[in-house]
T-cell receptor, first 116, second 112 residues
């Protein structure tokens, strides 16, 4: 099956710094990637939809200037958490939609962000 | 915002018993999917059921969909300790955005 990787798997940073998380589709092309955030013992909340070559579409309540998304190629999307604060500590998960199969998304293993 | 709710929020059963989880959603859908998540890990896709399907099976899993009630259920038969995880339903709406909206999840504990 299709594989999606995320890097890093864990990151700890100081408050005020920026953190970049990468999401890669390893063996397929993904026109669209999605970014989710998950707080402990809660469900996944969709943050934004990332389309290759165009601006990301953010869900209501998600600050686009704080969570910068770049989908520069058909296999890579990045999420940058700018000026991170402790309340940004969360589990960030990406998914990639297989271009040829619109109903299929594959999820990355997630990135645990801890902001001190 | 989340599409809907799942119940129960938590379920504890003995190994060998069946586990049933329910999911309700709010808007029209193209399909509904069930995922499993072990603690601190990514999601594993379990099964997809389309809006024109009523029931689907995959191994020990049985999923039903009732679009008139906007609800779905996931049945795991003959549960094992390894089935301990959180289970989420996710709906794909008819707005062509391909966004998945997740339910609140059920935490399943299967006691050996």
């Amino acid at each position: 099956g299709a594989v999606v990787s995320q890097h890093p798997s864990r990151v700890i940073c100081k408050s005020g710094t920026s953190v970049k998380i990468e999401c890669r589709s390893l063996d397929f092309q993904a026109t669209t990637m999605f970014w989710y955030r998950q707080f402990p013992k809660q469900s996944l909340m969709l943050m934004a939809t990332s389309n290759e070559g165009s601006k990301a579409t953010y869900e209501q309540g998600v600050e686009k200037d704080k969570f910068l998304i770049n989908h520069a190629s058909l296999t890579l999307s990045t999420l940058t958490v700018t000026s991170a604060h402790p309340e940004d500590s969360s589990f960030y998960i990406c998914s990639a939609r297989v271009t040829s199969r619109t109903d299929t998304q594959y999820f990355g293993p997630g990135t645990r962000l801890t902001v001190l | 915002s989340q599409q809907g709710e799942e119940d129960p929020q938590a379920l504890s059963i003995q190994e060998g018993e069946n586990a049933t989880m329910n999911c309700s959603y709010k808007t029209s859908i193209n399909n509904l999917q069930w995922y499993r998540q072990n603690s601190g890990r990514g999601l594993v896709h379990l099964i997809l059921i389309r809006s024109n399907e009523r029931e689907k099976h995959s191994g020990r899993l049985r999923v039903t969909l009732d679009t008139s009630k906007k609800s779905s259920s996931l049945l795991i038969t003959a549960s094992r300790a390894a089935d301990t995880a959180s289970y989420f339903c996710a709906t794909d709406g008819r707005d062509s955005s391909y966004k998945l909206i997740f339910g609140s999840g059920t935490r399943l504990l299967v006691r050996p």
